[in-house]
């Protein structure tokens, strides 16, 4: 994790999407609570992200199936 200390509000938001680090707090430090996706980037995390309905996406793969269903008899 990461925690980004200024008072410039967009500094703060384009140093917090510069960082690669699976959680960035700015002027605070702490993970949130269970509903707070929670995981780490590259070689600190395991793949996936604990807390939150995005905790489940580590035992799912998402497909999408494309099918025409336009009837071209008529």
Not at 31 to 49: C, H, V
Not at 52 to 71: F, G, P, R
């Amino acid at each position: 994790c990461a925690s980004i200390f200024t008072a410039n509000a967009k500094r703060a938001i384009r140093g917090a999407r510069a960082i690669r680090a699976g959680t960035v707090t700015v002027n605070s430090f702490g993970e949130g609570d269970i509903t707070t996706p929670f995981g780490g980037y590259k070689q600190s995390g395991f793949g996936g992200r604990d807390n939150s309905v995005h905790a489940h996406d580590q035992y799912t793969q998402l497909k999408t199936i494309w099918i025409d269903l336009a009837d071209d008899a008529n």
